[in-house]
């Protein structure tokens, strides 16, 4: 895994512009894999204003996101799918059909699963972004999830609802499931994109990065991709430095 460590969350997240941007310049139809939560706000502010003041065109590129909550309907302000609406689909000239996300409301939620993995078998990500959880998920892959994984409903430990809470009124409202694209749909994209910051994420910097590679880390599979990159600030990297 390629480590670059850089002062704080501004020049990470423009690194991670700089990246993401290079994928897109090259390939216009790219398909980009995204994420939500806290960590890629930056960069997707920095692709917006990318874009309105360089002309960068997402117009011809297909995205697959992570993951989203079983039970919340696309308009739910607190839905993955409104998370990308609002911080960066509707700020860039992306074509909203071509955006993808599991739909929350799937009345069948193995059917969506096999829905959504069969499609990402067909949109082979070129890059894929990604946060990393203080406990070393990546989506919500929680630690014991299978390496071989495919799209599937996992029940969210009581760490990640908690580190999710701060975004509902109540702890009682944060949907105890979720779907999320497996592991195994990660590690078939092209490229991978990390982006870790602030001292909580120290511990689980150290086993993606130095650990062991085991399912009790999640993160810990990605030492095994071919062309990944962490963007990382100081705090962050304060455990592989
Ligand atoms: P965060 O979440 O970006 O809000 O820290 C990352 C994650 O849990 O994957």
Do not use: W
């Amino acid at each position: 895994m390629k480590v670059i460590v850089v002062k704080d969350y501004d020049a990470m997240s423009a690194k991670a512009l700089e990246i993401m941007k290079a994928v897109v310049v090259e390939k216009p139809n790219a398909v980009l894999g995204l994420a939500t939560g806290s960590t890629p706000l930056g960069l997707y502010a920095n692709m917006i204003k990318d874009c309105k003041e360089n002309g960068t065109s997402y117009k011809k590129v297909r995205t697959v996101n992570l993951d989203e909550y079983a039970g919340l309907d696309k308009n739910h302000n607190q839905s993955y799918a409104y998370f990308m609406r609002t911080n960066l689909f509707e700020g860039i000239d992306v074509d909203l059909a071509n955006t993808n996300i599991e739909d929350g409301t799937a009345k069948d939620r193995e059917k969506e699963c096999e829905r959504y993995s069969r499609l990402l078998d067909d949109m082979q990500q070129d890059i894929q972004l990604l946060g990393i959880g203080s406990n070393g998920h990546i989506a919500f892959n929680e630690p014991g999830t299978a390496f071989d994984s495919e799209t599937h409903i996992v029940d969210l430990t009581e760490s990640t609802i908690k580190d999710n809470s701060r975004l509902f009124e109540k702890i009682e409202d944060v949907p105890r499931q979720a779907f999320t694209m497996g592991l195994k749909n990660i590690m078939r994209a092209k490229k991978i994109l990390v982006l870790a910051n602030g001292a909580g994420k120290a511990n689980a910097v150290y086993g993606m990065v130095k650990g062991r590679v085991t399912e009790s880390v999640p993160a810990s599979i990605l030492q095994l991709h071919p062309d990944c990159t962490l963007v990382c600030d100081e705090a962050a990297a304060s455990k592989i430095v």
